[in-house]
């Protein structure tokens, strides 16, 4: 019965997508896929492969020096570009993101009622059976706290091209997001945007995050509407040995600030269309 659910999915978007070529005219849409149907961190090592590199061990995302922890980006600076430019940002802002293993989150969650039965179904049917994408649905679903690794991958030369982020619910262990962050540069583009895609069987879902700097030093993330080859949200899928993507109408906007007391926090909203979907509340503090 899985095994047709999955299968179900990709049809629909292969039906609803384009073709796409991956390894030429939409390179940009090439991101790491899962050979399983439960994700978890199974696509680390062939996602290194395809660099010609390694992954960075668990050790390194312990290291008690805050100035090697690894982060989701290896600096903030390869944002930078006509609407972009990193030394404006907070201090704290760009330290959690280039060393994001020093740090801790709490994230307090809210659905809206209107789309609370979709995700509760799609919850129960894939994301948590999967281990991927698996919102939490009820504010207590996230009262233990939410654990977290990143582990670098890096091409043959050592450089950093990807970070997994790896996220997990305490005390069960379960896996929440399994995600890859990159800076990448859309086709035409003047500056790079932030890249995230969370690997699926046989595809991925992939969004791309147009950065700002606001007045006061914080950083806005936001995925807008818009047309297929900008910023937002894709699914690509793997089927019949030919590949599709498609533009779905999910939008998302993430808000990192420092509150008056020094505390470093997130506000993420996502979007379908214009109507609010689910928000959630971090707040990040150093380790």
Not at 78 to 90: Q, T, V
Not at 222 to 229: C, L, N, V
């Amino acid at each position: 019965m899985n095994h047709l659910l999955d299968l179900g999915s990709r049809k629909f978007w292969r039906l609803v997508g384009k073709p796409v070529d991956l390894a030429m005219r939409h390179s940009w849409l090439r991101a790491p896929m899962s050979r399983s149907s439960t994700v978890g961190d199974g696509w680390l090592a062939a996602e290194a492969a395809h660099h010609g590199g390694t992954v960075d061990d668990d050790a390194a995302t312990t290291d008690p020096s805050a100035d090697r922890a690894p982060g989701l980006l290896p600096a903030m600076t390869i944002l930078d570009g006509p609407g972009f430019d990193a030394s404006r940002l907070d201090p704290r802002i760009r330290d959690f993101y280039e060393h994001t293993a020093a740090w801790h989150m709490e994230v307090w969650t809210g659905w809206s009622p209107l789309f609370w039965p979709a995700g509760e179904l799609i919850a129960r049917l894939f994301a948590r059976r999967v281990e991927q994408l698996s919102l939490p649905m009820r504010p207590l679903d996230v009262a233990h706290g939410m654990d977290s690794r990143v582990r670098v991958i890096r091409d043959r030369d050592g450089e950093q091209v990807g970070a997994a982020w790896l996220r997990t619910l305490r005390p069960s262990g379960r896996y929440v997001f399994s995600g890859c962050y990159s800076a990448r540069r859309l086709p035409g583009a003047a500056q790079p945007s932030v890249h995230v895609a969370f690997p699926l069987e046989s595809g991925n879902v992939q969004v791309f995050l147009r950065p700002v700097v606001s007045d006061e030093g914080g950083l806005v993330l936001e995925s807008p509407p818009g047309r297929f080859g900008q910023d937002g949200a894709y699914v690509v899928v793997h089927d019949g040995g030919r590949d599709f993507a498609a533009r779905i109408p999910l939008h998302e906007t993430f808000r990192l600030y420092c509150d008056p007391y020094g505390v470093l926090r997130t506000d993420h909203e996502l979007r379908v269309r214009r109507t609010w979907m689910m928000r959630l509340h971090y707040k990040m503090e150093h380790a």
